[in-house]
């Protein structure tokens, strides 16, 4: 059984998503303080986790980046703030999804499920192959990423779309494209998202992300990989 964690501190909310959740048979434990959230998310013990940005103790952003030092687990925002900066924000410190209260329960379920079969597809990748291009290493089989040597952290969802990507050299997506590709039409976001996760990608794999030379992008169209 796949263990959610909900680190929300409205009970009202957070019991409407445990309830849900195990309707569709999941376990699910609330954390209504930021720390303790924290405290229990980076055990390795969860699948998923689920936060609300504005928390006692230790906010909903804290606790994103730190449980990303650790972990690659899906994490997914639950939030009334709608602010396309606050949305940037929680993407740019390793979310994967981000929710707007209020929300449809079974919009969370769909979400959640999307996220653990593409992380699970992720893990599960076997593919022996190793891509290379002028000092940046892909390894396929161990998901490890190197820069000129260097190992490169990279987050589930940037890892899914540097592959996509490298693997399909010189083609131009959309982000259209891009977005039902790496998170599935089950999801919902804005331009914002592969936006910023392309930027996240860039800053650690490039010389210069501001002047990119294997993410390109083709204003007006999309990005393309540049072998």
């Not at 048979?25 to 998310?41: F, N, T």
């Not at 390795?44 to 936060?51: A, E, P, T, W």
């Not at 192959?129 to 589930?156: D, Y």
């Amino acid at each position: 059984m796949k263990r959610i964690l909900i680190i929300e501190d409205d009970m009202d909310i957070a019991e409407l998503e445990r309830d849900y959740l195990q309707l569709n048979g999941y376990s699910a434990e609330i954390v209504q303080d930021g720390a303790l959230g924290l405290k229990r998310a980076v055990t390795g013990m969860y699948d998923v986790v689920v936060v609300d940005l504005m928390l006692p103790e230790k906010d909903g952003f804290e606790i994103i980046r730190e449980v990303r030092k650790k972990l690659e687990i899906p994490i997914i925002i639950v939030s009334a703030r709608n602010e396309d900066i606050d949305k940037i924000r929680g993407l740019d410190f390793g979310a994967d999804d981000y929710l707007i209260k209020p929300f449809s329960p079974a919009e969370l379920i769909a979400r959640i499920n999307s996220h653990i079969r593409r992380y699970e597809r992720l893990k599960g990748h076997n593919i022996c192959e190793v891509i290379q291009h002028r000092g940046l290493e892909i390894n396929m089989a161990s998901h490890k990423v190197m820069v000129n040597g260097i190992l490169v952290q990279l987050t589930t969802k940037e890892y899914e779309l540097l592959v996509f990507l490298a693997t399909n050299p010189n083609i131009v997506f959309t982000k259209a494209h891009i977005f039902e590709a790496i998170w599935g039409d089950e999801c919902y976001g804005d331009n914002a998202t592969v936006a910023v996760h392309i930027q996240k990608i860039r800053k650690k794999i490039e010389k210069d992300s501001s002047n990119p030379e294997f993410i390109e992008t083709l204003w007006g169209t999309g990005y393309r990989f540049n072998p």
